[in-house]
């Protein structure tokens, strides 16, 4: 099975930017969502953002306004832009990609950490 695959995160200051990629074969033009998650140390895991098939995207509260996740289907990639991050913004991020007759499956990455200090 195709396992997704993270990248682009890193350690940051407070107010800056990082970009998070997530390489996905063959889930860019299925009929079902993709998502991001993160886990930040000793919490459980949190819904960020979902891209749908129409490529209409949804975030939670918290990135609302500083988050954006875009689809590269030429490339099999989703992307999540995070713009003035803040320390507690810090966790690991994790791309879903969702399939299945009701998308209820998924396959996962094996995350990626974001750090940000203050």
């Known amino acids: 099975q195709v396992q997704p695959v993270e990248s682009g995160g890193g350690s940051v200051q407070h107010g800056e930017s990082l970009r998070l990629s997530c390489i996905i074969p063959g889930f860019t033009r299925n009929p079902c969502h993709m998502d991001w998650y993160r886990q930040a140390a000793g919490k459980q895991r949190e819904w960020v953002s979902r891209i749908n098939p129409d490529g209409k995207p949804n975030y939670s509260d918290s990135v609302k306004g500083r988050f954006t996740v875009s689809n590269e289907q030429a490339n099999d990639t989703i992307f999540l832009q995070m713009n003035n991050l803040k320390p507690e913004d810090t966790a690991r991020y994790f791309c879903?990609?969702?399939?299945?007759?009701?998308?209820?499956?998924?396959?996962w990455g094996q995350g990626i950490q974001v750090t940000v200090s203050s």
């Open positions: 879903a990609g969702f399939y299945g007759s009701f998308c209820q499956d998924s396959r």
